[in-house]
């Protein structure tokens, strides 16, 4: 009920996922007053969705303290509670980023081991399959050394089960390369991440900058929320420019037309390449259950790539192997700790 579309395009998206996964089953939580005309355009569906009726819908402007108090009843608490409750194994979402992070926070808890949950989106890159993973992008604006090593390892089990990475490359976010830069968390998370990239699996390239998110020289860039939510809409803001740009170049006059009808295969697969929509939703880490948020305004295309992402989250047991992971890279960083902490006293 929380698209910016509407829920016409949820559905849309519901329908082009069950003809790709013919083996899933899903619950759709809103009003069944608006939902059951939309679903009934689909009679073959019947017998794959079960409707969850809500009479209340969380909207953008509501806040998420609110949301926290009064959100019972509404539609994406019901959704939620799906997952809470075992009946589904992922949350999807369209709906008030702020309002869905809360109420999963007090619906699912925290993973054990885990101080603060992370939001990851996908970022256009010049790796092979076409993207890099970046996260923290906007769940909590802080993260201390231990946080940003948590992040680490959550980042690395979602780049092998959701892009198929056997050993990813982890870098840190940072003002430059060099050890002596950045705050002191950094610096501090830049020592212990070289100690528990062996337990995480992964390999620690160390720090990057911001010309490096987009490169292959990484696949899971690490950062807090406030400087990973800046560097994202940064990115969407830069992206939108320069395609209006492209826009006006090539409506500037009847050769500009022309020069555009000339590359417009160029142009095609230049914009397949950039489809944000075929990577769409961002994934809550490090909660007891696996949510995704995709974005408010996103098409039946753009919803459909989410339920993929759950779906293939949920196939591989992303779940119960983010959280082995994350107690195995804690405990790796204590002894850590440890060792850093005899060899000073020695």
């Known amino acids: 009920m929380g698209s910016d579309r509407g829920p016409g395009a949820v559905v849309a998206g519901l329908v082009l996922s069950a003809v790709s996964l013919p083996d899933a089953a899903f619950l759709l939580h809103g009003d069944s007053a608006v939902l059951s005309p939309l679903l009934a355009r689909h009679p073959d ?5 079960t409707l969850r009726h809500t009479d209340r819908v969380v909207t953008m402007n509501d806040k998420p303290s609110q949301v926290m108090r009064h959100g019972e009843g509404t539609s994406m608490w019901s959704c939620i509670d799906a997952v809470k409750n075992g009946e589904a194994t992922v949350a999807v979402s369209c709906g008030n980023t702020g ?3 809360a109420v999963a926070m007090i619906r699912l808890r925290k993973l054990p081991g885990v101080n603060r949950p992370a939001i990851a989106c996908m970022w256009p890159s010049r790796n092979p399959g076409g993207f890099n993973v970046m996260l923290d992008v906007g769940a909590d604006i802080k993260a201390e050394a231990a946080d940003l090593i948590q992040y680490a390892a959550m980042g690395a089990s979602y780049a092998r089960n959701g892009m198929k990475l056997t050993r990813p490359r ?4 940072n003002v430059g390369t060099e050890e002596h830069k950045g705050r002191a968390e ?3 998370a830049n020592e212990q991440l070289a100690l528990a990239a062996e337990a995480g699996d992964y390999d620690y390239v160390g720090f990057v900058e911001g010309g490096d998110l987009p490169s292959d020289r990484v696949d899971v ?6 400087t990973g939510n800046i560097a994202l809409k940064t990115a969407e803001g830069t992206a939108k420019l320069i395609s209006d740009f492209m826009k006006e170049a090539f409506n500037a006059g009847i050769l500009s037309k022309f020069a555009a009808l000339l590359a417009l295969n160029s142009l095609k697969r230049l914009q397949r390449r950039m489809d944000p929509r075929r990577v769409n939703g961002g994934i ?3 909660l007891n259950g696996t949510v995704i948020k995709s ?3 996103a098409d039946e295309t753009g919803v459909a790539a989410a339920i993929s992402l759950a779906y293939q989250l949920s196939s591989a047991g992303f779940l119960e ?8 890279t804690g405990r790796a960083g204590q002894d850590a700790v440890v060792d850093a902490e005899g060899k000073s006293s020695e």
Do not use: C, T, W
């Open 295 to 297: 974005h408010g305004s």
């Open 99 to 101: 309002a869905l992070m």
């Open 170 to 173: 982890v870098g840190l976010l």
């Open 45 to 49: 569906l019947a017998d794959r969705v």
């Open 186 to 188: 950094l610096k501090e």
């Open 284 to 286: 809550f880490l490090g």
């Open 221 to 226: 860039i690490v950062s807090d929320g406030f």
């Open 321 to 328: 192997r983010l959280a082995a992971r994350v107690a195995s």
